[in-house]
């Protein structure tokens, strides 16, 4: 049955497998990627059922989609590797199997060019517990190339996938969701901006038409890396499909090594909360280091005082943001340089003395007599020409100097060792004189040159900062979620998803953001009445329930809340501080909402004994009665105790008596997922919180 030469190899647990095949010691390919195969299949059968006819009008084989398709092999669609020689010319390597190798949870697979002195090296685990596929690709060269796009191990998805969820947004509207048709040709996503960007978020969800955030088999992607990728999602003519993932195309110098970030990968028959589930895990469990525990109610002084740093009131606001719960004060931007607004200042990290004249020892003594940490921010990466850093180095700016400014400012050359000497120099200076526990790390604009080696010159300034300084907790930002990925967050404990800290915008960012983000690094702050970014005014009820949906943290003046709004706040945060032991590591499942106008999600504990509903009204729905909310994640034949936690919040104008406005409900899992729970009517722009208990 087989006719040619075959080598496989399977990656499996029980929730998936991946079986790779080389024909002919060629470059493997997936022979399948889906549900967990039962054991004792024979992979070998698997390949050789594989192989697709060939009819008129095509080439007599059938080029493989293999880790990295190769134009060598008349492949049709993009190719994997696209590499030049020092002269310009066209590579086209045909590689062949010269060792393998089994790693912790996996295999490294390592292929050779003898003729172009190229070798092609595959890294491939599958993460046991949280079932994630990390997988990577590196090239080689005895001689100096240029490599115009090097993917990482490249997967194919199946045809009956018919739609990819991808990912767009902007400044203050993070994790937009796009739902597109699979067609023929390429969707290719070239990240230009230098950053991850709120643009570009670098992952993909492959899934039916059917497929729900509770149902059906999705195949998710994440790029880890934070200096703009590139995404193909491509339907060859044939039918077949491919999707890859790397570097943004042309941001790697000419040289001998070449790497590509992880591509994060894994199949779900469980729908969009089967993959999000993993990516959640994993990224909790397997990649962030050193985030404290509990997570500690953050305040951030940003949206209440900007530049405009007076220390008397600073302890005014600790003292009162203490009051409410916080256990964390962070100083935002406005504290170093003469640093008076947003045209000055970037680069000279040193306190300014008018402002705070004994330096700041003394804020931090009130804020660390509070019993809070004292975070500061830092936005390293940039200079503003009005600094004493640019009117010594201009010559350290990256890109053209009549490039377009970014809020006035300039980005530095990260790759040059002395700018990365410098930056380590001032802010371990600020590190070690004073007693911080965090740092807020900012990058306020895209850059003007897309190049790899910036990416990796802050990873290094970011490593050595972590590895002097174990203590400090970093939080990823750049103007809100303009730098969250994995590879970033290899580096740092939190992400401030947003610069929105309007609830209602945050309510929907915050749900698409757990496609792939947990509670536990995900930022979410009690914003002003007054949303500073969108105008609206929002109730201090549901500003205060959204923000306990993630890692909670307090950004308004708490100068401006009322006597009632402060208790409000009071009370949910001390329900938070409650609950943020099981929470902040359980699974944000996002339920399926028959109506449109609810986003509503249930936090399940890692042993299913309790969870947490939010559902949250946007606007007015287009029926007059709430519709019930079905649950997911339960066993069906146990019963929980459900109580709505801020039964007090129904409005007068709620006449009827639905059970849970007055006692709890206790019934079976089966009929909170299949029916599901009915709510009181309540107004718009609201959230209902329900607790949930296995009995
Ligand atoms: C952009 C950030 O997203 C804000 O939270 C704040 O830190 C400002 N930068 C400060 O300039």
Same mark, same amino acid.
């Given at each position: 049955?087989?006719?040619?030469?075959?080598?496989?190899?399977?990656?499996?647990?029980?929730?998936?497998?991946l079986?790779l095949?080389?024909?002919d010691?060629?470059?493997?390919?997936?022979?399948?990627?889906?549900?967990?195969?039962?054991?004792?299949?024979?992979?070998?059968?698997?390949?050789?059922?594989?192989?697709?006819?060939?009819?008129?009008?095509?080439?007599?084989?059938?080029?493989?989609?293999?880790?990295?398709?190769?134009?060598?092999?008349?492949?049709?669609?993009?190719?994997?590797?696209?590499?030049?020689?020092?002269?310009?010319?066209?590579?086209?390597?045909?590689?062949?199997?010269?060792?393998?190798?089994?790693?912790?949870?996996?295999?490294?697979l390592?292929?050779?060019?003898?003729?172009?002195?190229?070798?092609?090296?595959?890294?491939?685990?599958?993460?046991?517990?949280?079932?994630?596929?990390?997988?990577?690709?590196?090239?080689?060269?005895?001689?100096?190339?240029?490599?115009?796009?090097?993917?990482?191990?490249?997967?194919?998805?199946?045809?009956?996938?018919?739609?990819?969820i991808?990912?767009?947004?902007?400044?203050?509207?993070?994790?937009?969701?796009n739902?597109?048709?699979?067609?023929?040709?390429?969707?290719?996503?070239?990240?230009?901006?230098?950053r991850?960007?709120?643009?570009?978020?670098?992952?993909?969800?492959?899934?039916?038409?059917?497929?729900?955030?509770?149902?059906?088999?999705?195949?998710?992607?994440?790029?880890?890396?934070?200096?703009?990728?590139?995404?193909?999602?491509?339907?060859?003519?044939d039918?077949?499909?491919?999707?890859q993932?790397?570097?943004?195309?042309?941001?790697?110098?000419?040289?001998?090594?070449?790497?590509?970030?992880?591509?994060?990968?894994?199949?779900?028959?469980?729908?969009?909360?089967?993959?999000?589930?993993?990516?959640q895990?994993?990224?909790?469990?397997?990649?962030?280091e050193?985030?404290?525990?509990?997570?500690?109610?953050?305040?951030?002084?940003?949206?209440?005082?900007?530049?405009?740093?007076?220390?008397?009131?600073?302890?005014?606001?600790?003292?009162?943001?203490?009051?409410?719960?916080?256990?964390?004060?962070?100083?935002?931007?406005?504290?170093?340089g003469?640093?008076?607004?947003?045209?000055?200042?970037l680069?000279?990290?040193?306190?300014?003395a008018?402002?705070?004249?004994?330096?700041?020892?003394?804020l931090?003594?009130?804020?660390?007599?509070?019993?809070?940490?004292?975070?500061?921010?830092f936005?390293?990466?940039?200079?503003?020409?009005?600094?004493?850093?640019?009117?010594?180095?201009?010559?350290?700016?990256?890109?053209?100097?009549?490039?377009?400014?970014?809020?006035?400012q300039?980005?530095?050359?990260?790759?040059?060792?002395?700018?990365?000497?410098?930056?380590?120099?001032?802010?371990?200076?600020?590190l070690?004189?004073?007693?911080?526990?965090?740092?807020?790390?900012?990058?306020?604009?895209?850059?003007?040159v897309?190049?790899?080696?910036?990416?990796?010159?802050?990873?290094?300034?970011?490593?050595?900062?972590?590895?002097?300084?174990p203590?400090?907790?970093?939080?990823?930002?750049?103007?809100?979620?303009?730098?969250?990925?994995?590879?970033?967050?290899?580096?740092?404990?939190?992400?401030?998803?947003?610069?929105?800290?309007? %609830?209602l915008?945050?309510? #929907?960012?915050?749900?698409? =953001? +757990? $496609?792939?983000? @947990?509670?536990?690094?995900?930022?979410? &702050?009690?914003?002003?009445?007054?949303?500073?970014?969108?105008?609206?005014?929002?109730?201090?009820?549901?500003?205060?329930?959204?923000?306990?949906?993630?890692?909670?943290?307090?950004?308004?003046?708490?100068?401006?809340?009322?006597?009632?709004?402060?208790?409000?706040?009071?009370?949910?945060?001390?329900?938070?501080?409650?609950?943020?032991?099981?929470?902040?590591?359980?699974?944000i499942?996002?339920?399926?909402?028959?109506?449109?106008?609810?986003?509503?999600?249930?936090?399940? %504990?890692?042993?299913?004994? #309790?969870?947490?509903?939010? =559902? +949250? $009204?946007?606007r @007015?729905?287009?029926?007059?009665?709430? &519709?019930?909310?079905?649950?997911?994640?339960?066993?069906?034949?146990?019963?929980?105790?459900?109580?709505?936690?801020?039964?007090?919040?129904?409005?007068?104008?709620?006449?009827?008596?639905?059970?849970?406005?007055?006692?709890?409900?206790?019934?079976?899992?089966?009929?909170?997922?299949?029916?599901?729970?009915?709510?009181?009517?309540?107004?718009?722009?609201?959230?209902?919180v329900?607790?949930?208990?296995?009995?």
């Amino acid at each position: 049955m087989i006719s040619q030469p075959v080598k496989t190899w399977h990656l499996g647990d029980r929730h998936q497998s991946l079986v790779l095949a080389s024909f002919d010691n060629r470059l493997p390919e997936a022979v399948y990627w889906g549900p967990a195969l039962p054991t004792g299949e024979s992979t070998e059968t698997l390949s050789a059922a594989a192989k697709l006819d060939v009819t008129g009008g095509m080439v007599d084989e059938n080029a493989a989609i293999s880790l990295c398709p190769e134009a060598s092999q008349t492949f049709s669609g993009q190719a994997g590797l696209a590499a030049r020689s020092r002269d310009g010319n066209p590579l086209a390597p045909a590689f062949r199997l010269e060792s393998e190798a089994a790693s912790e949870h996996g295999l490294t697979l390592v292929f050779a060019d003898k003729t172009l002195n190229l070798t092609l090296v595959f890294d491939l685990t599958l993460t046991p517990g949280t079932s994630l596929l990390k997988l990577q690709t590196r090239l080689e060269s005895a001689d100096v190339i240029q490599v115009d796009w090097l993917a990482a191990p490249v997967l194919p998805v199946p045809a009956h996938t018919g739609e990819m969820i991808e990912f767009s947004g902007r400044w203050c509207a993070e994790f937009l969701t796009n739902r597109l048709p699979f067609a023929p040709g390429a969707r290719v996503r070239d990240n230009r901006t230098g950053r991850t960007d709120h643009a570009h978020f670098p992952g993909l969800i492959v899934c039916n038409r059917a497929t729900t955030n509770t149902q059906g088999e999705a195949y998710a992607f994440h790029y880890g890396w934070s200096g703009g990728h590139r995404m193909v999602a491509e339907e060859l003519a044939d039918g077949r499909r491919q999707v890859q993932f790397g570097h943004a195309s042309g941001s790697e110098a000419a040289g001998c090594h070449f790497v590509t970030a992880p591509l994060y990968a894994t199949y779900s028959q469980d729908g969009l909360n089967g993959t999000a589930v993993r990516f959640q895990r994993h990224l909790r469990d397997s990649i962030i280091e050193g985030a404290r525990a509990p997570r500690p109610v953050h305040y951030n002084c940003w949206e209440a005082v900007y530049f405009d740093h007076k220390i008397d009131e600073l302890k005014e606001i600790a003292s009162r943001a203490a009051g409410l719960g916080a256990e964390r004060f962070v100083l935002d931007d406005g504290w170093f340089g003469r640093r008076d607004d947003d045209t000055s200042s970037l680069g000279d990290w040193v306190i300014d003395a008018r402002k705070y004249p004994d330096g700041l020892t003394p804020l931090i003594d009130h804020v660390k007599s509070l019993g809070l940490e004292f975070g500061i921010w830092f936005e390293p990466e940039m200079v503003n020409e009005n600094s004493e850093l640019y009117r010594a180095h201009p010559d350290w700016v990256l890109g053209p100097a009549d490039q377009i400014r970014g809020r006035q400012q300039l980005v530095l050359n990260m790759a040059r060792e002395d700018v990365r000497a410098y930056l380590h120099a001032q802010i371990a200076a600020v590190l070690k004189d004073n007693d911080i526990g965090y740092i807020k790390w900012d990058h306020n604009r895209v850059l003007p040159v897309v190049e790899a080696a910036q990416t990796e010159g802050l990873y290094r300034l970011l490593d050595q900062l972590r590895a002097e300084f174990p203590q400090v907790e970093i939080e990823s930002c750049s103007s809100g979620g303009g730098r969250i990925d994995f590879g970033i967050l290899e580096r740092t404990q939190r992400v401030w998803l947003s610069d929105s800290n309007d %609830a209602l915008e945050r309510q #929907r960012i915050q749900h698409d =953001a +757990a $496609l792939f983000l @947990p509670a536990s690094v995900t930022g979410s &702050h009690v914003g002003p009445r007054h949303c500073h970014t969108s105008g609206r005014t929002l109730d201090i009820r549901i500003r205060a329930w959204t923000a306990a949906q993630r890692h909670m943290g307090f950004e308004m003046d708490p100068r401006e809340l009322t006597g009632e709004e402060a208790e409000i706040l009071q009370k949910v945060t001390s329900w938070w501080k409650d609950n943020r032991g099981w929470m902040m590591r359980a699974d944000i499942l996002r339920l399926d909402s028959s109506d449109p106008a609810v986003i509503a999600e249930q936090q399940l %504990a890692e042993d299913g004994s #309790r969870f947490a509903v939010f =559902a +949250a $009204l946007t606007r @007015p729905s287009d029926q007059i009665l709430p &519709h019930p909310v079905r649950l997911t994640g339960l066993d069906p034949a146990a019963t929980y105790r459900l109580t709505l936690a801020n039964r007090d919040d129904a409005p007068r104008l709620s006449r009827g008596t639905p059970l849970l406005k007055t006692q709890d409900l206790q019934t079976s899992g089966q009929y909170l997922m299949s029916h599901g729970v009915t709510l009181p009517w309540r107004f718009p722009e609201t959230v209902w919180v329900l607790e949930g208990h296995r009995i």
